[in-house]
């Protein structure tokens, strides 16, 4: 099973850019799909984005549409989340997650869909 360890997390302005980056290590991310969730203080995980093993398929939470980017470096073992014109509210601690998916398309969007878990990177907006 491969370990995740997130980066690239920080404290930034509003409108500013940050790009998280999700390493693997023990194993091949080829077999997974990997999704970004993130939770902020005394609210619940929730979904971001997700990406299947190919990586030709992709999924978006409605509040991310058009503002981020999740790509996948197979050869680097790396998933990436590009997060572009940020926002005090996307301010959160941001996990990567990972799981076995035999679908090469497959992108779950819920918490309980992955058994491997990164141990986040916090992300502040300012105003």
């Known amino acids: 099973q491969v370990q995740l360890v997130e980066s690239g997390g920080g404290l930034v302005q509003t409108g500013d850019s940050l790009r998280l980056s999700c390493a693997a290590s023990?194993?091949?991310?080829?077999?997974?799909?990997v999704g970004w969730f993130r939770q902020a203080p005394g609210k619940e995980r929730e979904f971001v984005a997700a990406i299947s093993r190919s990586g030709s398929t992709t999924l978006y939470a409605d509040f991310v549409k058009g503002r981020f980017t999740i790509s996948r470096d197979n050869v680097k073992n790396t998933v990436y989340l590009q997060m572009n014109s940020l926002k005090p509210e996307d301010t959160a601690v941001y996990y990567c997650?990972?799981?076995?998916?035999?679908?090469?398309?497959?992108?779950?969007?819920?918490?309980?869909?992955?058994?491997?878990w990164g141990q986040g990177t916090q992300v502040t907006v300012s105003s």
């Open positions: 997650a990972a799981g076995v998916y035999s679908s090469r398309y497959a992108t779950p969007s819920t918490p309980k869909q992955y058994d491997t």
């Open positions: 023990g194993g091949t991310l080829t077999m997974y799909a």
